[in-house]
């Protein structure tokens, strides 16, 4: 009798989701000037929402950064590996460049409530209680981004900003559920810290949930 054929070790690898735009950003990571200009329209959009949710529609340097978070993800192409979809990369590396800019711009603080009058496009259908907490919730985040950890930060606010769900943000970042846990636990641990324990703070953590 012959000797069995030996197992093959079973993969370790993420299947790749179907993702239409997966081809293009290929072409794109190889220099293709019409690849490019089509990512880039395809992206764009959700591009500049991720900065305007991190550093406030208002802000006067969102355009600057929605700019240096296209050349960002252009550069980083070659190193996206498929673990989540194009435009869920373009909005993690789009967060990144919000995250930085808001650690470094001066004119941050400048910045009043245009960015909440600038929201109310998109709550139409919406609940007013719902669209408050939403809105606080968002502000709370976003006054702790500065100061947490940078993967805490983004996890953070891929969640409460994002709506991603824990797997998305595993997906997203190349981590383990457990991982985004962990991040999600510490900065909503944070936020309690930094907001105490009134009783609308803890409904506004609890409505933030998307898992």
């Known amino acids: 009798m012959g000797k069995p054929a030996p197992q093959s070790e079973p993969s370790t690898t993420r299947p790749q989701r179907a993702d239409p735009l997966r081809g293009l950003a290929r072409s794109a990571s190889g220099g293709?000037?019409?690849a490019i200009r089509e990512l880039v329209l395809e992206v764009g959009g959700p591009i500049l929402r991720t900065v305007r949710k991190v550093l406030g529609a208002g802000?006067?340097?969102v355009?600057?950064?929605?700019q240096e978070a296209v050349l960002s993800l252009l550069s980083a192409l070659q190193s996206f590996r498929g673990d989540c979809s194009v435009t869920h990369f373009a909005q993690q590396v789009a967060l990144r460049r919000a995250l930085h800019a808001r650690r470094h711009f001066k004119t941050r603080d400048k910045v009043g409530d245009r960015e909440l009058d600038a929201e109310q496009a998109d709550t139409r259908d919406v609940s007013p209680l719902h669209v408050a907490m939403s809105r606080e919730r968002r502000r709370?985040?976003?006054?702790?981004?500065?100061?947490?950890p940078e993967p805490t930060a983004e996890a953070l606010a891929l969640h409460f900003m994002l709506g991603y769900t824990v797997q998305e943000i595993a997906d997203t970042m190349d981590v383990s559920p457990n991982t985004v846990w962990s991040r999600l636990k510490l900065g909503k641990q944070a936020l309690?810290?930094?907001?105490?324990s009134d009783a609308e703070v803890q409904a506004l953590l609890r409505g933030g949930s998307h898992e």
């Open 140 to 148: 709370l985040v976003r006054s702790l981004l500065d100061d947490l």
């Open 192 to 196: 309690k810290r930094a907001l105490g």
């Open 59 to 61: 802000h006067p340097d």
């Open 32 to 34: 293709d000037p019409q």
């Open 63 to 66: 355009e600057d950064v929605g």
